[in-house]
């Protein structure tokens, strides 16, 4: 016989024909809440009373069970408040933390027993799901009951404030019964809590920042507002809630930085001047720090650090003992910039704005003096011909950064490329550089900064030396032989209009040396034609051998002039001042340098003076000095040279640089105008000012005048209606 196959059907629902079924239903599952309140729950089968829960709603009788479960909760939750009422003092907080957990143990089981409940009859009756109803209900007749609303707000705060004053209190309870609140919703929280902790903290700093900004200097200030400030975050990250941090960070700020600010920034003896002016690179990041954090903080920081560094660049820059040594002068700018430097970068976080304004600054006061740009390169001149002390080439390197630091903040940068090329063939005709890898180096930096037409006649006077040095070789190779024991002459051909060379009057040459100019002088020409050479004796120098008494011999280094002078003394004792210069035309000014440098420099007095005095008048007389000694063989003999110009001799220089700008600013015009056909006067100011401001800042009166010109020349024309418009002409 087959058998039947096996046939599962539907379930079918019971019919309940008991009229207290639901009745009877609900006392079981009421009884089983209480149980579970009083934490009998171990005897319970949640089976059961999972099954019951969901026969009551398969039932209808969902809205029984829901509001049944109200009720009871709500019971339980009055005796739960009367009893968190009635603990007294530290034990409240523990009772109310107690209960708070017992509670969610019990709503997480009775979720669990009426979860179909929650999952059907809920949604389709918008009711609230059951653990969201223990909370609200938690919070509507434990939290917000008359007297523990208030005495948990009290006792909260009371703990964040003996905190605050240096006592230990219970972190963990403090978290717990914060997250409470949060847990019951973030409005709870805000409202229950945080603006009223908000409200005291404000006031709790408002009297904080009042008593220590009447005991404490700035430094002390801000290193106790900067631990009230990181208090205030830790007591975030242990127990308040994170969306608290900006709150309490922000009162922290407002009521301890931004109220006393100007105080602080001006504090006596302590601000922030004093910080900068003893090198309190801490407390400076400090309140670079705290002061970051308020609205316009690190503009006031900086406005007063600028101002700060413009005055002491001032005082520097004006100070008249300071120009008298120009290199002294350069490095202690150079100390300056790099004492900001360090501030910047230590303490203030290398703050671009920060790093502008100490731009601006230098820029303002390093153009207070006409003769910055000579100072500076006379400051280039001394390392480059002594030589750094202890200092290998990289850190020659580092000096020669810095000095460009200081030339980009120079508006008349062709004042000193002028400086600089008189200074640069001084010490190539002298042969006295450190190097010439350093040399080339700072002109390359130079045309990386202005560009090639910058560097371009510093550049020939390094391709003179060379091609110098092959015509010498030539004329040797040519005239060696007959040069016997004549003087040894070595010249260099200098290209006129690469050189700063300004007309010199001939000087009266030893007859022994004029023989052998005149032989270079036939050999070059005849080897180039259309040539002129003028001798610059002002610029060369010389080794003598002379014999002193007991027939003592040294070799002495000299300049042209200074052999010029001692040679006389082969034929003459002695000499005025007066009769030298006749018998040399050496100009008085240059000479009376000489003279001083040969008889009044200890140590190097080849000459001796009468009367012997610091002055030199055209009546002095000069004789042999035939008790010379020194512990060298070779004696060299440097040239009393003025560090810096004289007064009259600036004046003049500055007259040569203005004419010198007038094609260039003429050739700005027209480039201008050849583009823009027709502009307005102001327009063409604006134009060629920026053309030119990268060799220097022209002077708008000037560029009228240039306009004037061109106009009388005829490469402009003035609009016939309006005055004020240009107009090219092709």
Not at 645 to 658: A, H, K, L, S
Not at 663 to 668: G, K, M
């Amino acid at each position: 016989m087959k058998k039947k196959p096996v046939v599962i059907e539907a379930y079918r629902h019971r019919v309940v024909a008991d009229p207290n079924y639901a009745e009877k239903t609900w006392k079981l599952l009421e009884h089983a809440i209480h149980e579970i309140y009083n934490r009998n729950a171990s005897g319970l089968s949640f089976e059961e009373l999972y099954r019951n829960a969901y026969n009551m709603v398969l039932h209808k009788f969902g809205e029984k069970l829901y509001s049944g479960l109200v009720k009871t909760v709500t019971a339980h939750l009055r005796q739960i408040s009367q009893s968190i009422e009635a603990a007294q003092g530290d034990i409240f907080l523990e009772e109310l933390n107690r209960k708070w957990v017992d509670h969610n143990k019990a709503l997480q089981m009775i979720r669990d027993i009426l979860m179909y409940m929650d999952r059907t009859f809920v949604p389709s009756n918008r009711k609230t799901p059951v653990h969201e109803l223990g909370l609200n209900l938690w919070r509507d007749v434990v939290i917000h009951s008359n007297e523990t609303k208030t005495r948990l707000l009290d006792t909260l705060l009371d703990l964040v404030l003996r905190e605050r004053n240096g006592e230990v209190i219970n972190r963990g309870l403090m978290r717990n019964l914060i997250k409470m609140l949060t847990d019951l919703g973030l409005s709870v929280y805000q409202n229950d809590f945080e603006k009223p902790f908000i409200k005291v903290s404000t006031n709790f700093y408002c009297c904080e920042s009042q008593k220590l900004i009447e005991s404490c200097d700035c430094g002390d200030y801000l290193k106790k507002a900067e631990r009230r400030l990181n208090e205030e975050m830790e007591r975030v990250c242990h127990y308040l809630d994170s969306s608290s941090e900006s709150e309490i960070t922000r009162v922290v700020d407002k009521q301890m930085i931004e109220k006393h600010i100007m105080t602080l920034v001006h504090m006596e003896n302590s601000g922030l001047v004093n910080m900068l002016m003893d090198d309190k690179y801490d407390d400076l990041e400090r309140m670079f720090n705290m002061f970051r954090r308020v609205p316009s903080g690190l503009t006031i920081i900086k406005d007063v650090m600028t101002s700060f560094i413009r005055d002491t660049g001032k005082q520097l820059i004006m100070d008249p003992e300071r120009l008298k040594d120009p290199v002294d002068f350069v490095q202690r700018l150079l100390d300056l910039k790099d004492k900001y430097d360090k501030v910047i970068t230590t303490a203030f976080a290398n703050d671009k704005s920060f790093q502008n304004a100490l731009n601006s600054a230098f820029e303002y006061f390093i153009n207070l003096s006409a003769r910055s740009p000579e100072f500076i390169s006379l400051f280039v001149d001394d390392k480059l011909r002594r030589g750094i002390k202890g200092v290998g080439e990289e850190d020659v390197e580092i000096v020669l950064d810095k000095v460009m630091m200081l030339f980009r903040y120079l508006q008349e940068k062709d004042v000193f490329e002028k400086y600089y090329k008189q200074h640069l063939a001084k010490r190539l005709l002298s042969g006295k550089t450190v190097s010439d890898e350093a040399e080339r180096s700072l002109i390359l930096k130079l045309k990386t900064e202005c560009g090639y037409q910058f560097t371009s006649k510093l550049e020939g006077m390094f391709t003179d030396m060379k091609t110098s040095y092959d015509t010498m070789q030539g004329f040797l190779a040519d005239h060696g032989a007959e040069l016997g024991d004549s003087p040894t002459l070595s010249v260099q051909v200098l290209t006129t209009g690469s050189w700063p060379t300004q007309p010199s009057p001939q000087c009266n040459l030893p007859s022994e040396i004029r023989g052998l100019c005149e032989k270079f002088r036939n050999y070059y020409l005849g080897a180039h034609s259309g040539r002129r050479l003028t001798w610059q004796a002002n610029m060369g120098n010389a080794d003598l051998k002379a014999t002193f008494g007991k027939g003592q011999k040294h070799e002495l280094n000299v300049s042209t002039y200074q052999m010029c002078v001692l040679m006389l003394f082969n034929n003459a004792d002695r000499m005025t001042c007066k009769e030298i210069e006749q018998a040399t035309a050496i100009p008085m000014s240059d000479l009376k340098r000489c003279l001083q440098s040969l008889a009044l420099v200890k140590g190097k007095n080849v000459l001796r003076k009468e009367p012997m005095s610091k002055d030199i008048s055209e009546d002095d007389v000069f004789f042999f000095n035939e008790k010379f000694t020194s512990k060298l063989f070779k004696v060299k003999i440097g040239t009393v040279v003025a560090q810096r110009e004289t007064e009259p001799e600036n004046i003049e220089t500055r007259q040569r640089v203005e004419e010198d700008r007038k094609p260039q600013i003429e050739a700005a015009i027209v480039r201008v105008m050849k583009s823009r056909r027709v502009l307005e006067h102001n327009n063409v100011i604006a134009e060629v000012t920026k053309q030119l401001q990268a060799r220097f800042l022209p002077n708008p009166v000037v560029i009228k005048k240039r306009i004037e010109s061109l106009i009388e020349r005829e490469f402009l024309e003035r609009d016939k209606v309006d005055r004020k418009l240009y107009r090219y002409l092709a």
